[in-house]
């Protein structure tokens, strides 16, 4: 990319000099503009500010490549300790139906080390192939050299759709395979489709905090990438014809596991007794708890429905509650059948991680919160008299002490 002022047009008037964001024009009078390169960023303001197109921008196009020699639907089968996450079966689902509109394979590719028990689990699913990344050096997650092997790998075996969770694993370092691979990603998708006339993947996102949704496409590089929500497509069921996916184990390629960090030690900061992605019945705590040791009111509530707690941001920012509570668009997107929120205004971030859930409750002294324009129902007063009131109408009817 190159910016230059062509000096038959240029007459020094100055335009340019007020609309540059970098400081990087200046000017003598009635002499031609002078731009500093190593200050320019080419947003391009000076060349709209210029009354006499005296300014341009100059792209250096790469050759088109051949996109026929990509096939193929994969998806990053993550994973925890050997244990495959449970967005990754739905992924199976909704690629299996984007494999068979587009006439090829599906496969799942894992990476990671001791694997044997979660591939032996992937292939009673409808795969055709599960790729095999198995060193010691993986078997950590580290987002440096996780992004540097998928990319490897991407590029030597040519996916033309690659699918991931948007878990924090996902979100974290997708986005580097995306730009090592020169291709575009579409994050939190709750729509996949394959186009009828062109063959593109359609992937559907919501846009400014929910309210459009805007489909977007990947037409000139590939492989089309997305993120996809938890809980927005149903779990693929396994084969029912006894047969079981091919395993390839792809040659672990030990330049690529280099990485600027080191990971020293592993602190589990919750205990999974129930797990929130996965839970059915979420009692969240906000602000409105007002003090730390509340939370104890909203546990015992999640306790007597069989559900999990989670929280707020403010929650989690201001020490109350370990990070692995957090729900919303910095925390952990869920979709549980019913969501009780206590104490939560419910700003867009939060309504981004739950706005999806089947059945919404809300608890807050605000008549005007945010929260009450997603809920189903709402209690309008305060969430510390209501959720003990809540709790022991629950214990009575399952006739519980």
């Keep these: 990319m190159s910016i230059r002022v062509i000096e038959d047009k240029c007459n ?35 060349v709209s500010a210029c009354n006499f197109k005296a300014i341009a921008i100059e792209i250096e196009k790469q050759a088109q ?141 919501p846009a400014y905090g929910g309210n459009i949704m805007a489909t977007i496409l990947c037409p000139y590089t590939r492989p089309q990438m997305a993120t996809v929500r938890h809980k927005v497509f149903p779990t693929s069921p396994k084969r029912t014809d006894g047969a079981t996916a091919e395993i390839v184990n792809l040659k672990a390629k030990p330049q690529l596991f280099s990485s600027r960090s080191q990971i020293l030690d592993f602190i589990e900061q919750c205990e999974a007794t129930v ?61 549980p059948k019913l969501y009780i929120a206590c104490g939560i205004s419910g700003a867009v971030q939060h309504q981004a991680g739950m706005s999806s859930s089947d059945m919404i409750i809300a608890i807050n002294k605000d008549p005007d919160a945010p929260i009450f324009q997603i809920a189903n129902f709402g209690f309008v007063g305060d969430c510390l008299e209501i959720i003990p009131m809540l709790t022991k109408r629950i214990k009575a009817m399952r006739g519980e002490a």
Excluded at 25 to 37: G, L
Excluded at 91 to 118: H, K, P, S, T, Y
Excluded at 292 to 317: H, I
């Design 12 to 46: 020094g008037c100055g335009l340019c000099v007020k609309s540059c964001p970098q400081a990087a024009i200046s000017v003598e009078p009635k002499k031609m503009a002078i731009i500093d390169v190593e200050l320019c960023n080419y947003c391009g303001s000076c």
């Design 65 to 205: 490549e051949d996109l026929s020699q990509y096939k193929g639907v994969w998806v990053f089968g993550e994973q925890y300790k050997g244990k495959v996450s449970p967005v990754v079966f739905e992924l199976i689902g909704v690629g299996r139906q984007l494999a068979d509109d587009r006439g090829c394979d599906l496969a799942v590719v894992i990476l990671g080390d001791n694997l044997d028990e979660a591939v032996a689990d992937l292939a009673e699913y409808p795969l055709d192939k599960v790729y095999v990344y198995e060193a010691p050096e993986l078997a950590q997650y580290d987002g440096e050299r996780y992004s540097r092997v998928l990319t490897d790998v991407v590029r030597e075996l040519k996916p033309e759709i690659m699918l991931a969770g948007a878990t924090t694993t996902g979100r974290s370092f997708m986005s580097q395979v995306a730009i090592k691979v020169y291709t575009g990603l579409t994050a939190d998708c709750t729509g996949l489709a394959i186009g009828k006339d062109d063959g593109l993947l359609y992937q559907t996102r």
């Design 275 to 335: 797990n929130l992605v996965e839970a059915d019945i979420i009692v969240s705590g906000g602000r409105g708890i007002q003090d730390p040791s509340n939370f104890a009111q909203v546990e015992e509530l999640a306790k007597a429905l069989g559900g999990a707690v989670g929280a707020s941001r403010a929650a989690v920012d201001a020490g109350w509650i370990p990070y692995c509570h957090q729900v919303g668009q910095t925390g952990k997107t869920v979709c």
